[in-house]
């Protein structure tokens, strides 16, 4: 396969709206009128394929045209459900990014503990006693 028919290929392939299987019929049609065209012309050039069968927009279009309505329907439904899960996901991380940074519980707090040592031992006497014992003097 030439070049310019394997770019003029990929390009009505681009332009394809539908499903994979329905896809891959069409492309086989494709392939069949390519490969009829190349027996005709064996180097055709861009200018010879657009002459052909048009601008690649134009032939996908074409070729969609023998896809019935409810393989059209299904892949509008496919791809709008594609795109609502995907809103969805996006709105899901920005409610957990945003209760992540404001709503999270305060970072882990350090707790400073006294110990006084009596007689060789050790032990603890808790802030509140000492502050307790100031406010009695």
């Known amino acids: 396969m030439k070049v310019a028919m394997t770019r003029y290929r990929r390009e009505v392939r681009r332009y394809l709206r539908c499903g994979r299987a329905a896809k891959r019929r069409l492309e086989e049609h494709l392939t069949g009128l390519l490969n009829a065209f190349s027996e005709e012309n064996p180097a055709p050039d861009r200018a010879a394929l657009e002459a052909a069968f048009g ?5 996908a279009a ?3 045209e023998e896809l019935t309505p409810e393989e059209r329907g299904r892949w509008k439904k496919q791809k709008l459900a594609v795109r609502v899960v995907c809103v969805v996901l996006v709105l899901l991380l920005a409610v957990f990014s945003i209760y992540t940074f404001f709503f999270k519980l305060k970072p882990n707090e350090i707790t400073v503990y006294e110990f006084t040592y009596a007689n060789g031992e050790e032990f603890y006497i808790p802030d509140s006693s000492i502050s307790a014992d100031n406010a009695q003097e």
């Open 62 to 64: 074409t070729l969609m």
């Open 55 to 59: 601008t690649s927009e134009e032939l």
